[in-house]
């Protein structure tokens, strides 16, 4: 491993261990570093700031699930989504309640996005761009926000079980609105 992934890794084990003890906003780089025995200049070196240093983390452990599996659609993707989250919730529980510019929540967004888009495909028929847009938009809003309830939750449900809900209730509902649309018209 090149010193640069051992420093960041070091940086991102230190940050992992402070937001399982206090809130993000009260976590200064300084602490970030005497966790893990490294200087300030260190730290900046490799990240902008501790946003840039939580959105690092939740992509290198992203990337390794994508390019260590094959994903049939976008269900299973999402499901590997919530087994990240679910083996650290914690930290990810955490992360979530990040507000501002560049927090975690706009960092997952913007990586759900292309996710979205790609199974939206699958399940819907949309032709506009600027319809796909809506699409995607509220897709993401409404998988963050059940992300955030079922980590704030405690994970009762097992990442599977999660997601199937999930699809259960979406395909529900584009049933229900093509059964409407058949009888309208």
């Known amino acids: 491993m090149p010193d640069a992934n051992i420093t960041k890794n070091a940086l991102a084990s230190s940050m992992k261990k402070l937001m399982k003890e206090k809130a993000f906003s009260k976590i200064s780089v300084i602490d970030i570093c005497e966790g893990c025995g490294m200087n300030r200049k260190s730290f900046y070196y490799h990240f902008k700031d501790k946003y840039d240093l939580v959105n690092w983390i939740f992509y290198m452990d992203f990337?390794?699930?994508?390019?260590?599996?094959?994903?049939q659609n976008?269900?299973?993707?999402?499901?590997s989504v919530g087994e990240l989250f679910y083996r650290d919730q914690e930290f990810y529980r955490a992360a979530l309640k990040i507000e501002g510019q560049n927090s975690f929540s706009e960092y997952f967004h913007e990586s759900m996005t292309p996710i979205v888009s790609f199974f939206l495909r699958d399940i819907c028929d949309v032709d506009e761009d600027a319809d796909q847009e809506i699409f995607i938009t509220f897709f993401c809003d409404a998988y963050l926000a059940a992300v955030v309830h079922w980590l704030e939750d405690g994970c009762q449900m097992r990442p599977e079980e999660f997601i199937g809900n999930l699809k259960k209730m979406i395909l529900g509902i584009a049933r229900q609105i093509q059964k409407e649309e058949a009888e309208a018209g």
Do not use: A
């Open 63 to 71: 990337i390794g699930l994508v390019n260590t599996k094959q994903y």
């Open 74 to 79: 976008g269900w299973d993707l999402l499901v």
